[in-house]
């Protein structure tokens, strides 16, 4: 049996041709957006990495912000509570009206980035379970560094397979804030580039990120987590 990850936090970035922003063509993407409070945002801020549009954080470590750069769009939903079909409708509808307000007609690559959390059933410290499981040098060898361990982690790269463009890479960490906890991401690079009508395409490349990390990412911790 795997997982029920809990996402908290969502990620795109859609790369576009450089261009010299337009401070007043951004605020009215953030005008446009502001009146549909499901996506919108409450400030607009020029800044010497962008423009920024941001909603006021709730709770510590809340953000939602989309700022847009000379080259590309970022959106970010981290600690609110935001589902994959939420960022899945903000990326969408974000995406759709930036690109016709700025006369983009076409994104150049997409980018999207879940982080979740996750128990080990069989372990109440997720440092022992990934030194023992998944890392597995032994016991003495950790003694070897003198010290207790804080936290680790491992990084794996799959690249594109069976036809498919898109390439994932996958962090399995220790999360400080919950020791029993394993904090996962997956970032999944799509190089293809996608036309400003077919922005809805973006929300399957989302969701084919977050199936790879609640499918085969979680299925394979969970071949480890045994007593």
């Not at 809990?6 to 970035?13: M, W």
């Not at 929300?203 to 990412?217: C, D, I, Q």
Request: hydrophobic share 40%; proline share 8%; glycine share 6%.
């Amino acid at each position: 049996m795997s997982y029920d990850p809990r996402s908290i936090a969502f990620a795109a970035e859609i790369l576009y041709p450089p261009q010299q922003l337009r401070a007043d063509l951004v605020q009215s993407v953030h005008n446009t957006l502001y009146r549909q409070p499901a996506i919108g945002y409450q400030n607009f801020q020029v800044a010497p990495d962008g423009i920024h549009l941001s909603n006021l954080p709730q709770a510590p470590g809340q953000i939602s912000v989309a700022t847009f750069a000379w080259d590309r769009l970022v959106l970010r939903e981290e600690l609110r509570g935001t589902t994959v079909e939420d960022f899945a409708t903000r990326v969408v509808n974000v995406t759709t009206i930036a690109f016709q307000a700025l006369g983009i007609a076409s994104s150049l690559a997409q980018q999207f980035v879940v982080r979740s959390l996750i128990a080990p059933r069989h372990h109440r410290d997720g440092r022992e379970f990934l030194s023992r499981k998944l890392v597995a040098p032994g016991g003495d060898a950790w003694q070897t560094f003198g010290r207790p361990l804080q936290a680790l982690g491992v990084r794996l790269v799959f690249p594109p397979h069976q036809g498919g463009r898109e390439t994932y890479h996958v962090r399995i960490e220790t999360w400080p804030q919950d020791p029993r906890s394993l904090w996962l991401e997956n970032t999944g690079s799509h190089p293809a580039p996608l036309a400003t009508a077919d922005a809805p395409q973006l929300a399957e490349l989302l969701f084919s990120t977050y199936r790879y990390l609640s499918g085969p990412v979680c299925d394979f911790l969970a071949t480890l987590d045994t007593p």
